[in-house]
């Protein structure tokens, strides 16, 4: 009958974990994903780190964004070398790889503090929903990174015991190894420091855990340590220090808020269900939780509110916050629990029908001008292309020939502000004259928008310009009295 009960929780798990691997192998939809393919392409051939835009048509950088071109170089490397072994079909399933990878740690870790199987099943359904929709960027393995040095803290400041353990280089190794792959190693260490306070707090209220306060304090200078082993990390403070007036941050949904993500009809449901269970828990049962995981829980679910994009970090906090429910919700729940649990496991498999079109996508780039970009290859116009900036990591992979005006790296703030007024229609023929445009790349519509850009009827309007191609999402348009002229007659 145990060995019955036993089968029956690894079915269910299975099923879940099998749910969100499919519904995280939807389509790439981010533009980012191809320059960091792009980046990483040029760090392999080179066998060295891009000091000046490779890429860009007038190379053009501010200074403190340098960290774009360098600070990533790890995780670019990774997603090149999968690209060039399984196009996007890799990348995806990395991607999906990654995801339910997580879950199933998170999983071990609250099945390993305790926690009862149907009360890991609705959280880790709640943490699933929130990944499932994360794109091809390096922030996906700083969610991973983020999860295991929370782990290590906590079995840091658990383990009483007074040997010399191998896990205590876990954390060390992996403040290594963090800031080669994305920024938010700055998560880690802030976890960090809420962890030493919390130790600190620790000692203070009971001195003869003096030696494992010690010792962990040891151990996390150590961690803090390796982060300066980075030939790049004086730019990642460059760049942390500059980005709170960075203009173009007012225009990525995840640097809002998530109140304001709501206001504008993006709930991010796991976010406040997580959120909000915290609190309760802080509130009701603040003398009964460890110092450090309310200090962390507090620290990141505040910075959460500020910012959207930190939303996930405190997501994979989850079994710190489940650990403490377990303890405190009462044994004669467990049925209830059980009836959720079931309840999660059909709006899993309900999810799936209601998706059924998008997952396994591998090949479908229908956010990108596919064949706009197949028509550029084929006629090979001359001249400098001006393109939309979500594109711009696109056309480096798939329309090499051509540089690069604007892209998402938005490495220049004052080129940044001319692709906007240009699309705007502001003062559009002096800026495409001056930058000797005789190739223009558009959308047929603006983002979240069924109106076209102004540029749109400025180009039609014109008689410099022809309408060479269109396609349902894409336009381009020759300049006339150019080396182009020889294509112009065929359209």
Request: proline share 4%.
């Amino acid at each position: 009958m145990r060995m019955l009960h036993k089968n029956y929780h690894y079915l269910v798990l299975l099923l879940l974990l099998g749910v969100f691997f499919i519904l995280s192998t939807h389509a790439i939809s981010e533009g980012d994903t191809f320059w960091h393919l792009k980046n990483g392409q040029y760090i392999w051939q080179h066998k060295s780190l891009p000091d000046a835009d490779p890429f860009g048509l007038t190379g053009e950088i501010d200074p403190w964004k340098q960290i774009t071109l360098r600070g990533f170089w790890l995780s670019q490397l990774i997603y090149y070398f999968v690209f060039s072994i399984g196009n996007t079909a890799g990348i995806i399933l990395l991607r999906a790889s990654i995801i339910t990878g997580i879950l199933i740690f998170l999983y071990w870790w609250m099945r390993k503090s305790g926690v009862r199987f149907h009360l890991t099943i609705p959280f880790l359904f709640l943490v699933g929903f929130n990944l499932k929709g994360i794109g091809d960027r390096p922030q996906i393995f700083s969610f991973l990174l983020f999860v295991l040095t929370a782990f290590c803290l906590e079995q840091l400041r658990t383990d009483e015991s007074r040997q010399f353990r191998k896990q205590f280089l876990a954390l060390p190794a992996l403040m290594l190894l963090w800031p080669n792959l994305h920024g938010a190693f700055v998560m880690g260490l802030a976890l960090i420091a809420c962890y030493s306070i919390g130790e600190m707090l620790r000692y203070w209220k009971d001195s003869k855990q003096s030696y494992f306060v010690w010792r962990n304090a040891i151990i996390y200078a150590a961690s803090v340590g390796m982060t300066f082993c980075n030939p790049n990390l004086h730019y990642w403070h460059i760049y942390a220090w500059n980005l709170r007036n960075d203009y173009h941050t007012a225009f990525v949904m995840e640097y809002n808020s998530p109140a304001k993500a709501f206001l504008l009809g993006d709930l991010n449901l796991s976010f406040w269900a997580l959120l909000i269970t915290a609190a309760i828990l802080i509130a009701f049962r603040l003398k009964h939780i460890p110092i450090a995981k309310t200090i962390s829980l507090i620290f990141v679910g505040l910075f959460s509110l500020k910012m959207q994009r930190v939303t996930t970090f405190f997501i994979m906090l989850t079994p710190l916050t489940v650990s403490e429910l377990s303890l405190w919700i009462d044994n004669k729940m467990h049925m209830f629990y059980k009836y959720v649990s079931f309840v999660f496991i059909i709006l899993s498999l309900y999810m799936i029908r209601i998706d059924k079109d998008k997952f396994f996508d591998f090949y479908n780039l229908n956010e990108f001008p596919v064949n706009a970009v197949k028509f550029i290859n084929a006629e090979k116009p001359s001249g400098r292309l001006f393109s939309y900036s979500d594109w711009g990591g696109y056309l480096m992979i798939f329309a090499p020939d051509y540089k690069i005006f604007q892209d998402n790296r938005f490495l220049c703030n004052d080129l940044f502000f001319i692709h906007n007024k240009i699309l705007t229609g502001e003062n559009w023929e002096k800026f495409l004259m001056a930058g000797k445009f005789d190739i223009i790349l558009i959308p047929t519509k603006m983002p979240e928008s069924t109106n076209p850009f102004p540029l749109e009827s400025e180009l039609n309007n014109s008689n410099q310009w022809r309408l060479v191609y269109r396609d349902y999402l894409a336009l381009i348009y020759l300049r006339k009295g150019s080396a182009n002229d020889r294509i112009l007659p065929n359209y």
